[in-house]
T-cell receptor, first 112, second 114 residues
């Protein structure tokens, strides 16, 4: 079965640079969630989209923005990167209000 | 906001021993979900419990949802080395709806000694 695809899998950036993370949800899933997971931490919700509209917002810095496109893929744009942004970024997709979220493999971001 | 507490934080067992992790929410949940995350991996969905008092089994794993729908447990019988990982409970935090952003417990890190 098709899973959630995230790219890139690993990313190394310098402070103050920008990064774009991409997420391709499971086919026919209409909802995408973004989570940030620091070392030894549980995933923290950032933002979500349903049918290409932002549906909820969590602890996402103003330096970050995201959108969901017509093909339902989503991109998380991160600007003015800080050392503290180093983390695993997961995208999860959900279909038709099922309440079950399927996580992608994540993007490991390292900010130097 | 909603808080989900999970204990213990760590559990070390010998292979063949049982393991249980407990999850408690500050609010009533419409459902609770359990995920397993292997070291270096991503959270993998295990199960969703919806009904009050629900009990579900997956081979050696038994999941329970409390009567008040505020707590849950995951019990593994006769652990194996393949059970190693972090087990997270998570509940939707969307004003009582059954979907929406998940609030995760802190996770229980399980290590199994052969």
């Amino acid at each position: 079965a098709a899973g959630v695809i995230q790219s890139p899998r690993h990313l190394i950036k310098e402070k103050r640079e920008t990064a774009t993370l991409k997420c391709y949800p499971i086919p026919r899933h209409d909802t995408v969630y973004w989570y940030q997971q620091g070392p030894g931490q549980d995933p923290q919700f950032l933002i979500s989209f349903y049918e290409k509209m932002q549906s909820d917002k969590g602890s996402i810095p103003d330096r970050f923005s995201a959108q969901q496109f017509s093909d339902y893929h989503s991109e998380l744009n991160m600007s003015s990167l800080e050392l503290g942004d180093s983390a695993l970024y997961f995208c999860a997709s959900e279909g038709a209000g099922s309440g079950t979220q399927y996580f992608g493999p994540g993007t490991r971001l390292l900010v130097l | 906001g909603q808080q989900v507490m999970q204990i213990p934080q760590y559990q070390h067992v010998q292979e063949g021993e049982d393991f249980t992790t407990y999850c408690n929410s500050s609010t009533t949940l419409s459902n609770i979900q359990w995920y397993k995350q292997r070291p270096g991996g991503h959270p993998v969905f295990l199960i969703q419990l919806v009904k009050s008092g629900e009990v579900k089994k997956q081979k050696r794993l038994t999941f329970q949802f409390g009567e008040a729908k505020k707590n849950s447990s995951l019990h593994i019988t006769a652990t194996q080395t393949t059970d190693v990982g972090t087990y997270f409970c998570a509940g939707p935090d969307a004003g009582g709806t059954s979907y929406g952003k998940l609030t995760f417990g802190q996770g229980t890190i399980l290590t199994v000694h052969p």
